[in-house]
């Protein structure tokens, strides 16, 4: 659990400061005592501090936050568990993390979500805020009380694993979503376009003889929620967009209404549908992996600000899972422990975006997404909660199962060379992980 | 996941000569598609195939004393019965499984049911399964060869091997099998189809042209990325091709027509009018041009009974195809027994 009584003393000197909430980009120091940022300024003095983070060379920015993660407790506890999950989550980066609701039994009355916060409480090594379930036992037929369960402590409202499907479902979710104050997280898929389907609809699928999923399925959801979203002035996040027909769907809402945002994932960014070839069941994930021409479209969506938001949509599972004919294994793979190297190739390593565009990705723009910048989070802020994450954007490290914290491993990315590693994770003025060049992994 | 070839040497005097000597039992003899293969290699195996097309007997009882095991996890008739003729044919004893009444039903995942088999020392599994993908993933995962005999809607090998017999026997090409100049007309099911993935890429590596015809509900024009071309429109083709190859709509499969798509018939009765082969068309068709159907038929929809049994139609012929060519396939993935009284030529 977090230490709730901070008592270290922390200077990290010397790294180049990015804290995009401010605007700040430059070589300072951060003084953290008592759990919160005490100073951000050059040559701070370093008598009397308990720890010093030597960051010559590295970036130093606000705790990273993932809006979209699978812990899967409770009901699936052999894939994951808030413990393990939150190590993972540190393992890259990540001082905060929300948990989507599909787990047995979901969050989708209060009293749930209060034992899910118990269970983080007890368990969780940073911060998890719950994402509520829009529907009973979200099986998409009736609507929870959402203002209960934001009450309860949920930061945003989704059916996530599913569409939420029925149009007056969806309108009167929106509705609600507006009175409380907080997103609507939508799994963009039409169920009825993609019976059976286990990858892209394309040249791939074809030949491998499985059922296609048309990009269609995607877009035609963005297209109809977003026209709802803004009749009802609500707040609506597309999540994971993997086809390029979503994108112009985005922009132009994005156009009529600052509250419709949408997030990309790491495998969107990096992967196609090649990567299923050969039954690779570690490629299987929900959307799928699609073309080369997609996933150029949703990084040149991220460059031009069209997607604001970079999730993992981390969902583990079991190698026995994974071991199953494709059609039969389940969707998803891992993404914590990778994915800001993995940001980092697609968007920074490319020249379309530099590190501080990046790193509004992946604090203060999920922060708002959730409300969680009403807390201070996302942002380096003088008095502020002290969550810093010290990233080395050089450093070369192989992707392996050695280097996952959580316990699962399923990833297509395993095996590859990635470039850039947080290396220290500061929490609630706590140094929760370093890594050491000589290894391993302190939390 | 690859073919490898080796076994068969060279063919002198147009046939193969079979040389116990270099026979070695590896890993990596499985037969999971026909996609990928090179010429060479379907060759290799078309070869032997139609040597024992002619005599069954042409390499004596090599695999007397080895166990194959058919592991059939989805119905068949023809495939499971083909297989085992095949195989007794050549001395080996079968083993049937079947996933009813099976510890499949106890939960017993894929890979453990196939690992399991094969501990008992097995010389070849014979897999079907309704996911794409299984044969390769039990492969990957078993020591014994393996043969695809159909995976979900992905290949079914050794049917498109067979096409490729018949409709060179057909057409007088079993000389070396090329089959250039050659048009296939396959017409249906083909989105749903194993038999369809097979045939397109074993006919159009050996040089024939293979044009999918069908309503775009079954027949999509992204089938065109398997290397053939795409019609709606079924007498356009009819007179001008080599072969035709009805496919059954495989509604289990999740078929559906009436969707209203490119070309949708709307209903069973228009599909016949639209896409079956009829008298009216088997008659407009070119002089020498066959008729195929992998079967099972639905007499009426895609193939009029009087075609079926008419002059035109080689479905009982490519059946009969169908024991040479999995004896030669069989023979290739396990090999042979030296001391069994191999009758080398």
Redesign the interface.
Known sequence: MIDQNPHQSILIRGGRVIDPASGLDAACDVAITGGTIAAIAPDLPAAGVDEIIDAAGMIVCPGLIDPHVHLREPGGEAQETIESGTRAALAGGFTTVCSMPNTLPPPDTACRVEDLLERIQATAHCRVFPVAAASVNRNGEHLNDIASLVKAGAVAISDDGDALWPDELMEAALKACRSADVAFMQHCQDPTMT??SAMN???VS???????WPDVAESSVIERDASMAIGVGARYHAQHVSAAKSIPILAAAREQSEHITAEASPHHLNLTEDACD??DTSAKVNPPLRTNADMLAIREAVAHGVITVLATDHAPHTG?AK??????APFGLIGLESALPLYARALVHTGLIGWPKLIEHMTINPARLCNLDRLGLGALAVGGPADVTVINPDWEWPFNADQCAGLSVNSPFMGWDLKGRAVAVVVNGRICMTWHKSGGLIA | MWWRMRGWRGEAGGLPSYDAQVMTIDSTNNLLGLQGMDAGSIRALLAPAARLMENRRAFGRPLAGRTVVNLFFEDSTRTRVSFTVAAQALGAGVVQFGAGGSSVSKGETLLDTARTVEAMGVDALVVRHSSAGAAGLIAEHVGAPVINAGDGAHEHPTQGLLDILSLAQSHDRLGGFDLSGLTVAIVGDILHSRVARSAIAGLTTLGAAVVCVGPAALCPDGIASLGCSVERDLDAVIGSVDAVMALRVQFERGAELGDGADGDPGDAGAYAMRYGITSERADRMKAGAVVMHPGPMNRGLEIESAVADGPRCVALKQVAAGVPVRMAVLLHSIGGDVGAGVAVT
């Not at chain 1, 074809?206 to 296609?212: E, F, I, N």
Request: charged letters at 20%.
């Open positions: 019976v059976g609809e394309g040249a074809m030949r491998l003889g499985l059922t296609g050969g039954y026995d071991q199953l004919p494709f059609d039969q």
